[in-house]
């Protein structure tokens, strides 16, 4: 027999310890289920929202509607409806419905893990507010479904490796190819017979790369020469004496042969000048003789004098001029009408002077005179003066000692001249007297000029000489004259360094050319 | 021979029989203890007086230490299932596995084992002699009610030792769970509160509060009736404690895989 049970050990309260005990059990349990009724919002006011899907595959209920990440509803009900969609009923809480607008989209989508998520996404947050009870399509995306379609292009991916990686696809065909090129390769030329086919072809290109190596230096050596030429071309044309040196002697003296024809033509123009004067007096002459040959008109010997002596001067003037003549009228393509026209009136002239018929010779001569003048060059014009003075001087030819003394006078040998025979007017500058004084004693414009000429040939002309030839010129109105002893001044101002003087000058010869600008 | 084709069926029969009698007997017994544990006449003084001292031995004396064993089983389990989680990118998960498998299941689960371990055998074993002994005819001799004064205060205890230490245990893992998924910040609250909310839904906190009073009933009821259909010599007591105690774990076993179908299936 077992013995007797002990009694039980006096336990302190025990009544009040298993009070305690279920007190805190059940305070544990009631809290708990408290706690867990906050959480499933039973304590919250809610709002109802319908999704409609066309299918609920995914979704559950207790799942939670999701607003940029944040849980704002909770599926209540999945259920059929009359129309075979599925209606996804959500309680959304009061608080939380403030993020559900009328423009509100939801998804529901559906990844490879986990469950579905039915998210919302409101871009206009002022919006009017969705209203309880809403019916809503969601839009569904499950990305398990996509992955029979990836099976099927993965597949396809698979056979077409499988085909182009075959034995007989091209692929291998093309390696085979290759294969059979690096052979080659492995061969004596290397590379080049891979590439050229065979051992023979590739020698046949090295033979060439070695003509042309050959070619090449020989190239070389040719501009090698071609460098030396160029030096020595260089050398020739721009070294000491060398082509350019030449050339710019060749330049310079070029210079001085304009500079001496310049002045050749400048003394020209004086002697122009000097031609125009003689014609001017050739002229009076040719009156002088007219009066001459009138009956009894022998009896004025001293006009014949003087023209004869005019005519001589002519003559000089003639054999100056002509080489400018000729330079004018040489080498032109065809001679106009004028130069034929003027030179068969002169010869006219001539002819009916020698004749002795006075008015046809004044009325050919008038003719010449008329072709020469349309060229408006006073030069031919002082031609034709000549050659009737020519024709006049021809008849002088029985001229006494009174001519020749002239003819002295005007050639400027004055030395052993018999003053008594020349015009009075002369005599006192052959006297000595002094060029000024002489001229101005000179009463007749014409003899005056001629006088200032014969001096400044000799080279005895002062300034004032020539000056008062000018005026002479400037009181008749003698454009040529004046031009001419004009150019002299100017001359020996230039000569004289005289600046100013040389620019009034060459004023008054604009005004007389009419080249002067309008005041 | 034809006897013995004969007598095999029988003897099956007989055994069934016997099986059925004794399942019938369980249910009914437990019927019977909770109509008396729900009748307020049941709770005089001396029953009250009773059912205290067998709450204090069942619940009482083993609340600490069962706490602090669930505390660090749980406190393991959640690191084990969070840092796993997190390793696979599934840690928005972790909570609520960790309330499933722990609160759910292991807690209650745990609780019974451990209390028909420590108060299951010892009944078992008591009643198991005090039916051998003729306590139970004297008792009924002196006018008293075994089942009220010596086997219903049984039943209250280990019912509420369960569900006590089923409950303590059960918050003190939801309190780790949320410092092991969350730490100690309190941002973590509201997404929390929603896991909470969506696990307990209506039928699991109903299905878990009566898987765990059933616990609690078949971890005093199973031994008793043992112990009682026990025949009455004293060589047979073990016999006894060992049929009550194996039933009671495959009961349990039953419970918790039927709860597990239930919810699961």
Same mark, same amino acid.
């Given at each position: 027999?077992?013995?007797?049970?002990?009694?039980?050990?006096?336990?302190?309260?025990?009544?009040?310890?298993?009070?305690?005990?279920?007190?805190?059990?059940?305070?544990?349990?009631?809290?708990?289920?408290?706690?867990?009724?906050?959480?499933?919002?039973?304590?919250?006011?809610?709002?109802?929202?319908?999704? #409609?899907?066309?299918?609920?595959?995914?979704?559950?209920?207790?799942?939670?509607?999701?607003? /940029?990440?944040?849980?704002?509803?909770?599926?209540?009900?999945?259920?059929?409806?009359?129309?075979?969609?599925?209606?996804?009923?959500?309680?959304?809480?009061?608080?939380?419905?403030?993020?559900?607008?009328?423009?509100?989209?939801?998804?529901?989508?559906?990844?490879?893990?986990?469950?579905?998520?039915?998210?919302?996404?409101?871009? #206009?947050?002022?919006?009017?507010?969705?209203?309880?009870?809403?019916?809503?399509?969601?839009?569904?995306?499950?990305?398990?479904?996509?992955?029979?379609?990836?099976?099927?292009?993965?597949?396809?991916?698979?056979?077409?490796?499988?085909?182009?990686?075959?034995?007989? /696809?091209?692929?291998?065909?093309?390696?085979?190819?290759?294969?059979?090129?690096?052979?080659?390769?492995?061969?004596?030329?290397?590379?080049?017979?891979?590439?050229?086919?065979?051992?023979?072809?590739?020698?046949?290109?090295?033979?060439?790369?070695?003509?042309?190596?050959?070619?090449?230096?020989?190239?070389?050596?040719? /501009?090698?020469?071609?460098?030396?030429?160029?030096?020595?071309?260089?050398?020739?044309?721009?070294?000491?004496?060398?082509?350019?040196?030449?050339?710019?002697?060749?330049?310079?003296?070029?210079?001085?042969?304009?500079?001496?024809?310049?002045?050749?033509?400048?003394?020209?123009?004086?002697?122009?000048?000097?031609?125009?004067?003689?014609?001017?007096?050739?002229?009076?002459?040719?009156?002088?003789?007219?009066?001459?040959?009138?009956?009894?008109?022998?009896?004025?010997?001293?006009?014949?004098?003087?023209?004869?002596?005019?005519?001589?001067?002519?003559?000089?003037?003639?054999?100056?001029?002509?080489?400018?003549?000729?330079?004018?009228?040489?080498?032109?393509?065809?001679?106009?009408?004028?130069?034929?026209?003027?030179?068969?009136?002169?010869?006219?002239?001539?002819?009916?002077?020698?004749?002795?018929?006075?008015?046809?010779?004044?009325?050919?001569?008038?003719?010449?005179?008329?072709?020469?003048?349309?060229?408006?060059?006073?030069?031919?014009?002082?031609?034709?003066?000549?050659?009737?003075?020519?024709?006049?001087?021809?008849?002088?030819?029985?001229?006494?000692?009174?001519?020749?003394?002239?003819?002295?006078?005007?050639?400027?040998?004055?030395?052993?001249?018999?003053?008594?025979?020349?015009?009075?007017?002369?005599?006192?500058?052959?006297?000595?007297?002094?060029?000024?004084?002489?001229?101005?004693?000179?009463?007749?414009?014409? /003899?005056?000029?001629?006088?200032?000429?014969?001096?400044?040939?000799?080279?005895?002309?002062?300034?004032?000489?020539?000056?008062?030839?000018?005026?002479?010129?400037?009181?008749?109105?003698?454009?040529?004259?004046?031009?001419?002893?004009?150019?002299?001044?100017?001359?020996?101002?230039?000569?004289?360094?005289?600046?100013?003087?040389?620019?009034?000058?060459?004023?008054?010869?604009?005004?007389?050319?009419?080249?002067?600008?309008?005041? | 021979?034809?006897?013995? @084709?004969?007598?095999?069926?029988?003897?099956?029969?007989?055994?069934?029989?016997?099986?059925?009698?004794?399942?019938?007997? +369980?249910?009914?017994?437990?019927?019977?203890?909770? +109509?008396?544990?729900?009748?307020?006449?049941?709770?005089?003084?001396? !029953?009250?007086?009773?059912?205290?001292?067998?709450?204090?031995?069942?619940?009482?004396?083993?609340?600490?230490?069962?706490?602090?064993?669930?505390?660090? @089983?749980?406190?393991?389990?959640?690191?084990?299932?969070?840092?796993?989680?997190?390793?696979?990118?599934?840690?928005?998960?972790?909570?609520?596995?960790?309330?499933?498998?722990?609160?759910?299941?292991?807690?209650?689960?745990?609780?019974?084992?451990? +209390?028909?371990?420590?108060?299951?055998?010892?009944? !078992?074993?008591? %009643?198991?002699?005090?039916?051998?002994?003729?306590?139970?005819?004297?008792?009924?001799?002196?006018?008293?009610?075994?089942?009220?004064?010596?086997? +219903?205060?049984?039943?209250?205890?280990?019912?509420?030792?369960?569900?006590?230490?089923?409950?303590?245990?059960?918050?003190?893992?939801?309190?780790?769970?949320?410092?092991? %998924?969350?730490?100690?910040?309190?941002?973590?609250?509201?997404?929390?509160?929603?896991?909470?909310?969506?696990?307990?839904?209506?039928?699991?906190?109903?299905?878990?509060?009566?898987?765990?009073?059933?616990?609690?009933?078949?971890?005093?009821?199973?031994?008793?009736?043992?112990?009682?259909?026990?025949?009455?010599?004293?060589?047979?007591?073990?016999?006894?404690?060992?049929?009550?105690?194996?039933?009671?774990?495959?009961?349990?076993?039953?419970?918790?895989?039927?709860?597990?179908?239930?919810?699961?299936?």
């Amino acid at each position: 027999m077992l013995p007797e049970p002990q009694p039980a050990p006096l336990i302190p309260h025990v009544e009040f310890k298993a009070a305690l005990l279920l007190v805190l059990t059940l305070a544990l349990i009631g809290g708990f289920l408290a706690y867990v009724m906050y959480a499933r919002g039973v304590f919250q006011s809610t709002q109802r929202l319908v999704l #409609v899907a066309d299918d609920s595959e995914g979704a559950k209920v207790g799942m939670d509607l999701t607003f /940029s990440g944040f849980p704002i509803g909770r599926v209540q009900r999945i259920e059929l409806a009359e129309d075979g969609k599925a209606r996804i009923l959500i309680d959304v809480p009061s608080k939380d419905a403030r993020w559900l607008r009328n423009s509100t989209v939801f998804t529901m989508e559906r990844g490879l893990v986990g469950d579905a998520h039915i998210r919302a996404f409101t871009g #206009v947050l002022d919006d009017s507010p969705l209203p309880d009870a809403a019916t809503r399509p969601v839009l569904r995306g499950d990305a398990s479904a996509e992955i029979p379609r990836l099976m099927a292009t993965a597949r396809a991916l698979l056979e077409n490796l499988e085909r182009i990686s075959g034995a007989d /696809s091209s692929l291998s065909a093309s390696l085979a190819n290759v294969q059979t090129v690096t052979e080659r390769m492995k061969g004596r030329h290397g590379a080049l017979a891979g590439v050229l086919g065979s051992e023979e072809n590739a020698r046949k290109v090295i033979t060439a790369l070695d003509r042309s190596n050959a070619l090449l230096a020989s190239v070389g050596e040719v /501009s090698n020469r071609l460098d030396g030429i160029i030096v020595k071309a260089d050398e020739r044309v721009f070294g000491a004496a060398g082509m350019m040196d030449e050339t710019q002697k060749a330049i310079a003296q070029l210079a001085a042969v304009l500079r001496d024809a310049r002045d050749s033509l400048k003394k020209a123009d004086a002697v122009l000048a000097e031609a125009q004067a003689v014609g001017a007096n050739a002229r009076a002459a040719t009156t002088d003789l007219a009066a001459l040959r009138a009956p009894g008109g022998r009896d004025q010997p001293q006009v014949a004098v003087r023209a004869r002596h005019a005519a001589e001067a002519a003559m000089r003037a003639l054999f100056l001029v002509a080489p400018l003549l000729l330079a004018a009228c040489a080498g032109g393509p065809v001679p106009p009408d004028w130069q034929g026209n003027a030179q068969a009136a002169l010869r006219n002239f001539s002819a009916a002077h020698y004749a002795g018929n006075t008015r046809l010779a004044a009325q050919e001569f008038a003719r010449a005179r008329a072709e020469i003048a349309a060229t408006g060059r006073p030069d031919l014009l002082a031609r034709a003066e000549l050659v009737r003075c020519a024709a006049l001087l021809a008849l002088a030819a029985d001229a006494g000692a009174q001519e020749r003394t002239y003819a002295d006078f005007l050639a400027g040998r004055w030395h052993g001249l018999d003053a008594s025979l020349l015009p009075a007017h002369h005599r006192a500058l052959l006297a000595g007297a002094s060029d000024a004084g002489a001229l101005a004693g000179i009463a007749d414009p014409m /003899s005056r000029l001629v006088a200032a000429g014969v001096l400044f040939r000799m080279g005895r002309l002062t300034p004032a000489g020539i000056a008062a030839a000018a005026e002479t010129a400037s009181a008749n109105g003698w454009r040529r004259p004046l031009l001419a002893w004009l150019g002299v001044q100017a001359q020996r101002a230039d000569a004289a360094g005289d600046g100013a003087d040389a620019a009034r000058i060459r004023r008054r010869i604009e005004i007389v050319t009419g080249n002067a600008a309008a005041p | 021979m034809h006897r013995e @084709l004969l007598r095999i069926p029988g003897e099956l029969g007989t055994a069934f029989l016997e099986w059925a009698a004794s399942w019938w007997r +369980v249910f009914h017994f437990g019927a019977l203890a909770l +109509v008396v544990a729900f009748s307020p006449a049941t709770y005089d003084k001396e !029953n009250r007086s009773v059912t205290a001292k067998q709450i204090y031995f069942t619940a009482w004396q083993v609340l600490p230490w069962f706490t602090l064993l669930s505390a660090l @089983l749980s406190m393991v389990l959640i690191h084990i299932v969070v840092v796993t989680a997190l390793s696979y990118g599934l840690s928005q998960y972790a909570l609520e596995m960790v309330v499933r498998v722990l609160v759910l299941e292991l807690i209650p689960l745990t609780a019974a084992l451990f +209390v028909a371990l420590r108060s299951g055998a010892a009944i !078992n074993t008591e %009643v198991a002699l005090m039916h051998i002994r003729g306590d139970f005819d004297a008792m009924r001799r002196a006018g008293t009610d075994p089942l009220r004064r010596e086997l +219903v205060p049984r039943v209250i205890g280990s019912a509420v030792s369960v569900v006590a230490l089923a409950a303590v245990s059960g918050v003190i893992a939801l309190l780790l769970a949320y410092i092991g %998924v969350y730490g100690f910040s309190p941002w973590g609250l509201a997404g929390y509160t929603r896991t909470v909310g969506q696990v307990f839904d209506l039928q699991v906190t109903l299905g878990l509060a009566l898987k765990t009073l059933l616990f609690g009933l078949a971890v005093a009821v199973i031994p008793i009736t043992a112990s009682l259909e026990t025949p009455r010599e004293l060589r047979l007591a073990p016999v006894a404690v060992l049929r009550g105690m194996v039933r009671l774990f495959l009961v349990l076993a039953l419970l918790e895989g039927a709860s597990l179908a239930v919810k699961y299936i």
